[in-house]
Each structure stands twice: as structure tokens, then as C-alpha cells.
């Protein structure tokens, strides 16, 4: 079984722009979740979605925004970015919607904002 | 914060069991014990979890001590592909979002 994939997997952008990023979970899966990690701050959950709605949320500000579709893939958009937003961005899959499963992470999209 | 204390780096000879401490003291009833790595800043791979009793799976062994404060993972033969960062987690049975990465255990397999 396939693992989950994201795209890009390097990114640079300036600051100001906005940057959109692709997950597709493990076949079956139906929750993905994302994650921002740093050195500085390690991993930090941005929100969860299952069956195309946002079931949880992390703390960061609006300008982080997610959905996903009726395949379960989902999208993680960044506007107006900051250098702080440079980081490594993950998406995780579980199988379905209890919170209790393990969660499966990509290989994570580099983000560089300049 | 992260919950779970683990030494900062470990050496280990290429074919030898590797065995990777981690300090939960503070772990409640409904917590598992996870293990995850990570490989030159790719996506942290999952190892294997537990609750109380111990686990095996095709990578590694779960030793978790009867007061559930501490464990141990076991590569049984590791190899130069095991060189990562192997991060100890304490994670709520029906929360799998609430995971705190903390350093990490740096191991560096030589052979």
C-alpha cells in the first residue's frame, strides 16, 4: 500500500505570496491532519480534517486555512507568508475518525519564504 | 512540552541491538507510549506503540515497565538505514493530533 504522498516537496517563496500545499493520505485513510515543524518550536499541529470537515484545529492564525475533498486529499494554504513561516510541513493519515489511530506521516513539503 | 525525556545522543555498533531509553514519569492511565524516527528531515516514520504490555512488531521491540514510567525501544540488528532521530512520545489514547515531539534520541549507527 502506497504511503502518503504530499507536493510540493521543496517550495520557495517571498514574503507577501501565498503558497498552497497537496496531501494525499494512505488509500483508505479518511482523516489527514497537518503539521508545522521547526527547530526552534518541533512539531506543532495546524488542524485535522475527516469526511471533508475541519474536526480540529491547532493554534495558529487564520492565515492558515485547509480543506479536504470527497477523496480525502486534502490542501493546506498559507497566505500572505512570513519568513516565519519557513519550516517543514507534514501531513498525517489515520484510518477513520475515533482520534485513537496512529497516524502515518509523509515526507513533508519544505518551505522556504524569503 | 514534550513529556517524555530521552538522552540527547547514542552510538551503536552496525548489527548489535540498539536500545533507546525514554523517561514518561508523569504518564496517565490513558496515554500510550509511541515511537517515532526520522530520517535526514523527512516525515517522522512510526515505529511502534504501546500501552502497558510490551510490543513487537518487524522493526523494533517495546519494553515498558510495570510502573509505566519508563521504556525502552529495541532494534534487534541495526543497521547503518537506522542512523536517525528516534522521538519517544506520550500521546491520549483518543487524541492522536496531541503529539509532543521533543528532541529526540540522535542515534548514529557505525559500522
Known amino acids: 500500500k502506497a504511503g502518503v504522498t504530499q507536493t510540493p516537496r521543496y517550495l520557495i517563496k517571498t514574503r507577501g505570496q501565498q503558497v498552497t500545499l497537496s496531501c494525499s493520505p494512505i488509500?483508505?485513510?479518511?482523516?489527514v491532519s497537518w503539521y508545522q515543524q521547526t527547530p526552534g518550536q518541533g512539531l506543532q499541529f495546524l488542524f485535522e480534517?475527516?469526511?471533508?470537515?475541519?474536526?480540529n484545529k491547532g493554534n495558529f492564525p487564520g492565515r492558515f486555512s485547509g480543506r479536504q475533498f470527497s477523496n480525502s486529499r486534502s490542501e493546506m494554504n498559507v497566505s500572505t507568508l512570513e519568513l516565519g513561516d519557513s519550516a517543514l510541513y507534514l501531513c498525517?493519515?489515520?484510518?477513520?475518525?475515533?482520534?485513537?489511530?496512529?497516524?502515518?506521516f509523509g515526507p513533508g513539503t519544505r518551505l522556504l519564504v524569503l | 512540552d514534550a513529556k517524555t525525556t530521552q538522552p540527547t545522543s547514542m552510538d551503536c555498533a552496525e548489527g548489535r541491538a540498539a536500545n533507546l531509553p525514554c523517561n514518561h514519569s508523569?504518564?496517565?492511565?490513558?496515554?500510550?507510549v509511541y515511537w517515532y524516527r526520522q530520517i535526514h528531515s523527512q516525515g517522522p516514520q512510526y515505529i511502534i506503540h504501546?500501552?502497558?504490555n510490551n510490543e513487537t512488531n518487524e522493526m523494533a521491540s517495546l519494553i515498558i515497565t510495570e510502573d509505566r514510567k519508563s521504556s525502552t525501544l529495541i532494534l534487534p540488528h541495526a543497521t547503518l538505514r537506522d542512523t536517525a532521530v528516534y522521538y519517544c512520545?506520550?500521546?491520549?489514547?483518543?487524541?492522536?493530533?496531541?503529539?509532543?515531539f521533543g528532541a529526540g534520541t540522535r542515534l548514529t549507527v557505525k559500522p
Open positions: 488509500s483508505g485513510h479518511r482523516s
Open positions: 508523569t504518564i496517565s492511565g490513558n496515554e500510550y
Open positions: 498525517a493519515s489515520s484510518p477513520g475518525g475515533t482520534g485513537k489511530e496512529t497516524q502515518y
Open positions: 480534517y475527516f469526511s471533508e470537515t475541519q474536526r
Open positions: 504501546g500501552l502497558k
Open positions: 512520545i506520550v500521546r491520549p489514547r483518543d487524541n492522536n493530533n496531541d503529539m509532543r
